[in-house]
């Protein structure tokens, strides 16, 4: 069986207040993908989430409880990071984007 592939459509990585955020969409299987994640200083406001595009609606299809999460919390505070250097930050969400797609996958497979 064929290996279902992916087409990246974005990839962005930003600064908030106090937090980095980071964006992938992509198309999986004829369908448009969203992945959120974010870093905070507070653990519980910390997130990785799935959603998949229905209609004009994206609709939660699978989160990463934050005690769970492999992004290192508050890494806005990190010096390679600071001075509007957030972009620099997407490989810090890698662990979790992974497993994000990977249970897309089984969920959507």
């Known amino acids: 069986m064929a290996k279902a592939t992916e087409k990246t459509i974005e990839i962005v990585t930003y600064g908030g207040h106090q937090s980095i955020y980071h964006r992938e969409l992509y198309e999986f299987k004829n ?59 997407g490989k810090e969400f890698t662990a979790d984007v992974q497993r994000l797609k990977k249970y897309i996958s089984e969920i959507l497979g």
């Open 31 to 89: 369908l448009k993908i969203k992945l959120e994640l974010n870093s905070e200083n507070y653990a519980q406001q910390c997130y990785a989430r799935a959603y998949v595009l229905d209609g004009l609606e994206w609709k939660l299809i699978y989160s990463i409880p934050y005690p769970e999460m492999k992004t290192p919390r508050d890494i806005y505070y990190m010096l390679q990071y600071r001075d509007n250097k957030a972009a620099n930050a």
